[in-house]
């Protein structure tokens, strides 16, 4: 709804419009973050039984050439964010359909380049971080249109 509002709907005040456009470009943060993205954060955490097999996985290879290529699992909420950002300006600009998120290979493909990167599904991209990016943009077009005068549209 706080996306409708600030992006769709024609019948509200540029006001309440605005405000809105505030509200939904702040759901990155961790406290006004939207359900269903608290529910990918959590689930993109490590579980104590994979820290576990990860610890042994440690062990047995503490002599070999393999650790150093060993990256953690953990990624920061930022790098996610930064991640997740990147990766629907990809999907918007070269034209992929969103359902290539949900196709195993595209899925490995993301957990082979960082192991705790847990890329968002389909509908997370097309409505969620769509609407943000959307979002992100309309007011950074307002921010520059806001020092302007004289201006004019045309061919």
């Known amino acids: 709804m ?6 769709n709907c024609q019948k509200v005040s540029k006001e309440i419009k605005n405000t809105y456009l505030h509200i939904v470009s702040n759901w990155d943060q961790m406290d006004s973050m939207q359900p269903s993205s608290l529910s990918l954060l959590s689930s993109s955490l490590p579980s104590s039984s994979s820290s576990s097999s990860l610890n042994k ?10 650790d150093k290529f060993f990256r953690p699992t953990n990624i920061s909420y930022e790098t996610k964010k930064l991640a997740n950002q990147a990766m629907i300006k990809m999907f918007v600009c070269c034209g992929i359909p ?12 993301s957990r ?9 599904l389909r509908t997370e991209l097309s409505q969620n971080l769509l609407s943000g990016e959307l979002v992100r943009v309309l007011l950074n077009v307002e ?3 806001q ?3 004289n201006l004019t549209l045309g061919k």
């Open 2 to 7: 706080e996306t409708h509002l600030a992006i």
């Open 143 to 145: 921010k520059e249109l």
């Open 147 to 149: 020092h302007e005068e």
């Open 98 to 109: 969103f359902a290539v998120a949900n196709h195993p290979y595209f899925r490995d493909y």
């Open 57 to 66: 996985r440690q062990k047995i290879n503490s002599n070999n050439q393999i």
């Open 112 to 120: 082979i380049l960082h192991p705790g990167y847990i890329p968002p």
